[in-house]
Nanobody
Framework: QVQLVESGGGLVQPGGSLRLSCAASVSIFSDHALTWHRQVPGKQREFVAVLASGGSANYADSVKGRFTISRDNAKNTGYLQMNSLKAEDTAVYYC?????????WGQGTQVTVSS
């Protein structure tokens, strides 16, 4: 059973930074893509970033240049470094591992950007 646990969310002022972590219960990111999505109440979950197992990364236009996705396979952990945060980045952030073994989601971590 694959379990993902996000951490690192919280309250931050506009312009600030946060680093989200996604800890997996098993070694999975070496052959599964890591993705981050976010969701605000009343809206659909939206794509934020993806890091393929081969190492290529892509980002939503809204976060390009501000967010960086990465992983540490030895620690079975994925990351989302978020800089220059804006109020519109406020959401629950979810990590996801997707590949041949299936698609697995974490429980989410709240990020609130407010002064």
């Amino acid at each position: 059973q694959v379990q993902l646990v996000e951490s690192g969310g919280g309250l931050v002022q506009p312009g600030g930074s946060l680093r989200l972590s996604c800890a997996a219960s098993v070694s999975i990111f070496s052959d599964h893509a890591l993705t981050w999505h976010r969701q605000v109440p009343g809206k659909q979950r939206e794509f934020v970033a993806v890091l393929a197992s081969g190492g290529s990364a892509n980002y939503a236009d809204s976060v390009k240049g501000r967010f960086t996705i990465s992983r540490d396979n030895a620690k079975n952990t994925g990351y989302l470094q978020m800089n220059s945060l804006k109020a519109e980045d406020t959401a629950v952030y979810y990590c996801n591992a997707i590949g041949v073994r299936g698609s697995y989601w974490g429980q989410g971590t709240q990020v609130t950007v407010s002064s």
